[in-house]
T-cell receptor
Framework: QKEVEQNSGPLSVPEGAIASLNCTYS??????FFWYRQYSGKSPELIMS????GDKEDGRFTAQLNKASQYVSLLIRDSQPSDSATYLC???????????FGSGTKLNVKP | KAGVTQTPRYLIKTRGQQVTLSCSPI?????VSWYQQTPGQGLQFLFE???????NKGNFPGRFSGRQFSNSRSEMNVSTLELGDSALYLC?????????????FGSGTRLTVV
């Protein structure tokens, strides 16, 4: 069974701080990695994708991938209360359109 | 452009009944996947359809089935409902399999089995 592991949190950070969310995965053949944000009572929304080792930046968000360590992370700079949500890590199975999701990390950004 | 549309938003059914959920993907998206989300198990993959064919299936019993129509709209059916089927059912669309694109999720159907 392929696994995607995330710390369930909650992770609490003060407004303006950097929030660091981590994810590990078991399948070395995984090709694509995604971060989704899910507000309470809402459906997940895609915020970042990453395919190659290294960093990828998009606004206040930076995704980091290390395939050798089977590790992907999401950094949120200048965290805002509106960033308070559950962040889901998703890993693609060998280019099939089948994704394994972690259980999510709940982030609380305190004003 | 219109997003992923799921109907109905909420359903209450009795054990033993069956239910059909509907999903219309984003225009131009031809791949539709279904997920079940529960507090205990998180998001679990049910199945994926592309060009009216089921390409992948998750580890769910045969009571869970689906199909896709020529216009890419998809339905999933759950027969002989059990209490444990209570969940949020999410439909996700993407352009096509293997592109590595992420999903766009619909708002989901909240199914409650009593």
């Amino acid at each position: 069974q392929k696994e995607v592991e995330q710390n369930s949190g909650p992770l609490s950070v003060p407004e303006g701080a950097i929030a660091s969310l981590n994810c590990t995965y078991s399948d070395r053949g995984s090709q694509s990695f995604f971060w989704y944000r899910q507000y309470s009572g809402k459906s997940p929304e895609l915020i970042m994708s990453i395919y190659s080792n290294g960093d990828k930046e998009d606004g206040r968000f930076t995704a980091q991938l290390n395939k050798a360590s089977q590790y992907v992370s999401l950094l949120i700079r200048d965290s805002q209360p509106s960033d308070s949500a559950t962040y889901l890590c998703a890993v693609n199975e060998n280019n099939f359109n089948k994704f394994y999701f972690g259980s999510g990390t709940k982030l609380n950004v305190k004003p | 452009k219109a997003g992923v549309t799921q109907t109905p938003r909420y359903l209450i059914k009795t054990r033993g009944q069956q239910v059909t959920l509907s999903c219309s993907p984003i225009s131009g998206h031809r791949s539709v996947s279904w997920y079940q989300q529960t507090p205990g198990q998180g998001l679990q993959f049910l199945f994926e359809y592309f060009s009216e064919t089921q390409r992948n299936k998750g580890n769910f019993p045969g009571r869970f089935s689906g199909r896709q129509f020529s216009n890419s709209r998809s339905e999933m059916n759950v027969s002989t409902l059990e209490l444990g089927d209570s969940a949020l059912y999410l439909c996700a669309s993407s352009l096509a399999p293997g592109t590595g694109d992420g999903y766009t999720f619909g708002s989901g159907t909240r199914l409650t089995v009593v």
